[in-house]
């Protein structure tokens, strides 16, 4: 498949790491799409901070399984299928 669906929490391709939730599980994902569907993500890869250098984003106060079907919809414009 040649989508940026395909794309979605893909590890070889990935150019930044969200850890989600109290165990920081990991998904995988792509600045500029990230960048194109947020606002707050375009802010934060804009500017000079930790994330842009570490290539991790630490988000403890969203859980991983609802994080990840934020990031499936940046990617897809779906939901997962359940």
């Given at each position: 498949?040649?989508s940026?669906?395909s794309?979605?929490n893909d590890?070889n391709?990935?150019d930044v790491i969200?850890?989600?939730?109290?165990r920081?599980?990991r998904?995988?994902?792509?600045?500029c799409i990230?960048?194109?569907r947020?606002?707050?993500?375009?802010?934060?890869?804009?500017a000079?901070?930790k994330?842009?250098?570490?290539?991790?984003v630490?988000i403890?106060?969203?859980?991983?399984m609802?994080m990840?079907?934020?990031?499936f919809?940046?990617y897809s414009d779906?939901?997962?299928?359940k």
């Open positions: 498949e040649n940026i669906r794309m979605f590890p391709t990935a969200l850890k989600c939730g109290s920081q599980d998904i995988f994902a792509h600045r990230l960048s194109a947020s606002d707050v993500f375009r802010a934060m890869f804009s000079n901070c994330e842009c250098v570490t290539g991790e630490i403890p106060d969203i859980d991983y609802i990840k079907e934020v990031v919809h940046m779906s939901i997962p299928d």
